[in-house]
């Protein structure tokens, strides 16, 4: 059984910083695609960020370009997203997902398969 697991999120003020967590049990990460999204109340979920399963290539939403991070240590099987000059617009429930697809240029929903349950990111202005 797969169970994906997010942590890290919290309160913080606008320009600050937060690193988010992801662990999986049942899947290995260097086998999936493993992506970060997000949704804001009464918005659809967004691909933030994903990471190719050889870890060599990685796309992100123009939103997050120069501020966000996605990294992952495969011996810990875990995916890791570092948000830097956190905007209120960065508000949402933050979700990590895997699959076994992979796009050039986008992280669709759509295409992931197991999901955590999320984790709550607030910044305040």
């Known amino acids: 059984q797969v169970q994906v697991v997010e942590s890290g999120g919290g309160l913080v003020q606008a320009g600050g910083s937060l690193r988010l967590s992801c662990t999986a049990s049942?899947?290995?990460?260097?086998?999936?695609?493993i992506g970060w999204f997000r949704q804001a109340p009464g918005k659809e979920r967004e691909g933030v960020s994903c990471?190719?399963?050889?870890?060599?290539?990685?796309n992100y939403a123009d939103s997050v370009k120069g501020r966000f991070t996605i990294s992952r240590d495969v011996a810990k099987n875990t995916l890791y997203l570092q948000m830097n000059s956190l905007k209120p617009d960065d508000t949402a429930m933050y979700y990590c997902?895997?699959?076994?697809?992979?796009?050039?240029?986008?992280?669709?929903?759509?295409?992931?398969?197991?999901w955590g349950q999320g984790t709550q990111v607030t910044v305040s202005s």
């Open positions: 997902a895997a699959s076994t697809l992979w796009r050039p240029n986008w992280c669709l929903p759509g295409d992931f398969k197991y």
């Open positions: 049942g899947l290995t990460f260097a086998d999936y695609a």
């Open positions: 990471i190719h399963w050889s870890g060599s290539k990685t």
